[in-house]
């Protein structure tokens, strides 16, 4: 996918491995810390996968990345879920997020997905009024479980 302005302050492009440093960094910001090697090979995966799509957003340097993937899913068929989204902490609140996620809407009007749905945290609190800004509707709340095996 080649890249374009769609924020006037970033370009929004694909990821490449070589932006493993800084993904790994604004993983950190996330809430999820991993290594750059780690980065680096989540991201060799990832971007062989058409069903997957990871962007940047780049001023003079990442500023911020989007994950986004396509799931067939048995009860409901094809859906496009934001797994992962951020912004680095000093460059939030100036269009950033709205660029990368109309990115990733656009990728998946293009697969003929008609809908997207992200999860976020209930403490996520900046991440709420964000969605809702840019037209996401809250359906449900719910908890998560997990077990080691
Ligand atoms: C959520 C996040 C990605 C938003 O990124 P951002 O670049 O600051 O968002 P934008 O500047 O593009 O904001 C888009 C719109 O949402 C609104 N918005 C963004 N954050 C907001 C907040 N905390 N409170 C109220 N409105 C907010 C903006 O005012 C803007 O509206 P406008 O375009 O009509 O002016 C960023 O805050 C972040 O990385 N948070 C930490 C990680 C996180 O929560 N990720 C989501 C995980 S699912």
Redesign the pocket.
């Known amino acids: 996918m080649p890249s374009s302005r769609e924020?006037d302050l970033a370009t929004i492009r694909s990821a490449t491995v070589a932006d493993a440093v800084r993904i790994a960094e604004?993983s950190g910001?996330?809430?999820y810390p991993i290594t750059a090697k780690t980065a680096a090979a989540r991201l060799e995966y990832l971007l062989s996968r058409s069903e997957h799509l990871v962007v940047v957003?780049e001023i003079t340097g990442v500023v911020?990345w989007?994950h986004a993937s396509e799931q067939y899913v048995l009860e409901s068929g094809l859906q496009c879920e934001?797994?992962?989204?951020?912004?680095?902490?000093d460059?939030?609140?100036?269009?950033?997020?709205?660029?990368?996620?109309g990115r990733v809407e656009r990728w998946a009007a293009e697969r003929g997905l008609e809908q997207l749905s992200?999860?976020?945290?209930i403490t996520?609190?900046?991440?709420?009024?964000?969605?809702?800004?840019?037209g996401y509707v809250r359906t449900k709340t719910q908890h998560v479980y997990r077990k080691p095996i």
């Open positions: 924020n604004l910001i996330l809430g957003a911020g989007v934001i797994i992962g989204l951020v912004v680095a902490a460059q939030r609140a100036r269009g950033i997020g709205r660029g990368l996620v992200v999860r976020s945290n996520r609190s900046e991440s709420h009024p964000f969605y809702e800004r840019l």
